[in-house]
């Protein structure tokens, strides 16, 4: 294997403080926690507009940022798809694309190729396996072989990934691109046979390494550690630094990230929140939990039955958002 010496690390952000907080985060993360990438370049997309303020401080941290238009499709994180506008660039070798609500506690600049895309199992399938050879079958996929362990609930199913960091080389990046956006552009014919479907960004990922026999290089949990599920037993020994900690929603209302369920990062994320507070020059006074009915949530979520409709339908009303509420 061949590993990438030029890496560029990508993510895309709403024009709002939400995701401003997120990216600058994770920028930050890059540039006091990253080691050996710690000058690596770094682009911030922006959809539609980027605020003055927030282009100033991303760019304070050394970061570009780009505004971008949507990428217009029906589901909410497509606009992700973005940061691989890049590949008609030449000035890198691997492009790390990670999500904003990640962050970067150590150096993890030695996972990177040239000749595979490198990327964690996701936590949990949704789908079954009737339901993945369905799927193989309407889009006339060979179906691949059933190798691929889901991280928190220990499945063995296809080779579904989570996307939220992954690094793909250039030479890769385009035969990917023009993969994943054709199954993408196809994911209302797979709501009109399972309307509860979820994470269509993933499943189109799937199907596009599938079609094309994309080279693929399982990472370790660590490298997209959720704060919030511990992974299953299996994969305890993966729990290691460097972390890369994808936090999600876990942030109190001053950008701090609130506590792991992974005890042994917290160390990490209490590294971070006390580098955030010197750069912003905020009080803090230690890691904080998340509460307690959005940790029972979390773990919900990876049971089979938490996407059912009349749950998700649940979730989406007037009782939900109450419940929300007090969970805050």
């Not at 780009?66 to 660039?89: I, T």
């Not at 026999?213 to 919030?228: H, M």
Request: aromatic share 10%; hydrophobic share 40%.
């Amino acid at each position: 294997m061949t590993r990438a010496e030029r890496p560029v690390i990508a993510c895309v952000a709403e024009n709002n403080e939400e995701w401003f907080t997120k990216a600058y985060n994770l920028v930050l993360s890059v540039r006091k926690m990253g080691g050996a990438m710690a000058d690596t370049p770094v682009i911030v997309h922006f959809v539609e507009d980027v605020r003055s303020e927030y282009r100033t401080q991303i760019e304070g941290l050394g970061a570009q940022v780009r505004v971008v238009e949507p990428y217009g499709s029906r589901y909410r994180f497509s606009n992700k798809m973005r940061m691989f506008d890049l590949f008609a660039e030449d000035s890198f070798d691997a492009l790390v694309a990670i999500d904003c609500d990640v962050i970067l506690t150590g150096d993890i600049s030695d996972h990177f190729r040239t000749d595979a895309i490198s990327i964690v199992p996701a936590g949990q399938d949704h789908l079954s396996a009737d339901q993945w050879l369905e799927l193989y079958a309407m889009f006339e996929i060979d179906p691949p072989v059933k190798s691929c362990v889901m991280r928190v609930t220990g499945q063995r199913t296809f080779p579904y990934y989570n996307t939220g960091v992954m690094s793909i080389p250039r030479e890769l990046g385009p035969r990917m691109l023009e993969a994943w956006t054709r199954y993408l552009t196809r994911m209302d014919r797979v709501h009109d046979m399972w309307p509860n479907v979820v994470h269509e960004n993933q499943i189109a990922f799937a199907l596009a390494i599938a079609d094309e026999a994309l080279p693929i290089r399982e990472l370790p949990v660590s490298l997209n550690l959720s704060a919030g599920v511990p992974p299953a037993r299996e994969f305890n020994h993966e729990v290691r630094e460097p972390y890369v900690v994808h936090y999600h929603k876990a942030l109190d209302d001053r950008g701090f990230i609130l506590a792991s369920s992974i005890r042994r990062a917290n160390g990490a994320v209490d590294a971070f929140n006390r580098i955030r507070a010197k750069e912003l020059g905020l009080g803090y006074e230690g890691l904080e939990r998340v509460p307690l009915l959005k940790r029972m949530q979390k773990n919900a979520a990876t049971r089979s039955w938490y996407n059912a409709r009349f749950l998700r339908r649940l979730r989406k009303s007037t009782l939900g958002s109450a419940a929300k509420k007090i969970g805050a």
